[in-house]
Nanobody
Framework: VQLQASGGGMVQAGGSLRLSCAASGTFFSINVMGWYRQAPGKQRELVAKAPSGSSPNYADSVKGRFTISRDNAKNTVYLQMNSLKPEDTAVYYC????????????WGQGTLVTVSS
């Protein structure tokens, strides 16, 4: 299972970015797709996740600003980030939890988001 993330970059505070992450390879099905982030000197934290057939979950810090969505036909998850703040600066990683074979959690390579004040 491979996860390819894209869409990171540099933006001014108040701006927007859209991240994409596509899963490829051979697997049964994807249960959860989500985004995590890790800022310098901090632990990786959940940003948002979209369980299959359930409502998405968001970190309190991004509620109302970020929107996660999935295209199950393309095995792709998106993260629309609006009203970005400097504290959103981090490397963003996509994650997929696979059901069946090969069962487990998988990570993308990370994409850097930098928000300048």
């Amino acid at each position: 299972v491979q996860l390819q993330a894209s869409g990171g970059g540099m933006v001014q505070a108040g701006g927007s970015l859209r991240l994409s992450c596509a899963a490829s390879g051979t697997f049964f099905s994807i249960n959860v797709m989500g985004w995590y982030r890790q800022a310098p000197g901090k632990q990786r934290e959940l940003v948002a996740k979209a369980p299959s057939g359930s409502s998405p979950n968001y970190a309190d810090s991004v509620k109302g600003r970020f929107t996660i969505s999935r295209d199950n036909a393309k095995n792709t998850v998106y993260l629309q980030m609006n009203s970005l703040k400097p504290e959103d600066t981090a490397v963003y990683y996509c994650n997929a939890v696979i059901l069946g074979y090969p069962k487990g959690g998988y990570w993308g390579q990370g994409t850097l988001v930098t928000v300048s004040s």
